[in-house]
C-alpha cells in the first residue's frame, strides 16, 4: 500500500490549505483513513480521521477550522485547513488503517507564517 499526499506550502496566519492524499496498492476493505502531524520537537499527534462508515474525529486543536472529507471511488482522503495559525505548523502525515495495520505516507510539510 503506497500513500501519496500533496498540498502543504507557506501560507499566512489565518489562511487556507488543502491537503490530499491517495493511496494504492492492494487495498481491499480500509477501517479509517486520516491525517497526523508532527512539528519539531514533538511527538506525532492526531489531526482528523474518518472510519470506514463515514464518522469523522477531530482533536481539539483544530475543531471548526479543519474538515476532513473522502472519496471512497479513489481511496483519497482529503483535509481542508482554515483559518490557519503558526502552531499549525508540521509535516502532515496521511494514514490509512485496513485490517489494523497502519500505512503512512511520506508526509507534506505546512508553514503558517508570515
Known amino acids: 500500500v503506497q500513500l501519496q499526499a500533496y498540498g502543504g506550502g507557506l501560507v499566512q496566519p489565518g489562511g487556507s490549505l488543502r491537503l490530499s492524499c491517495a493511496a494504492s496498492?492492494?487495498?481491499?476493505?480500509?477501517?479509517?483513513m486520516g491525517w497526523y502531524r508532527q512539528a519539531p520537537g514533538k511527538q506525532r499527534e492526531l489531526v482528523a480521521s474518518i472510519v470506514s462508515g463515514g464518522s469523522t474525529n477531530y482533536a481539539l486543536f483544530v475543531k471548526g477550522r479543519f474538515t476532513i472529507s473522502r472519496d471512497i471511488t479513489k481511496n483519497g482522503v482529503y483535509l481542508q485547513m482554515n483559518s490557519l495559525k503558526p502552531e499549525d505548523t508540521a509535516v502532515y502525515y496521511c494514514?490509512?488503517?485496513?485490517?489494523?495495520?497502519?500505512?503512512w505516507g511520506e508526509g507534506t510539510l505546512v508553514t503558517v507564517s508570515s
Open positions: 494514514n490509512l488503517k485496513m485490517y489494523g495495520i497502519d500505512y
Open positions: 496498492g492492494s487495498i481491499f476493505s480500509i477501517d479509517a
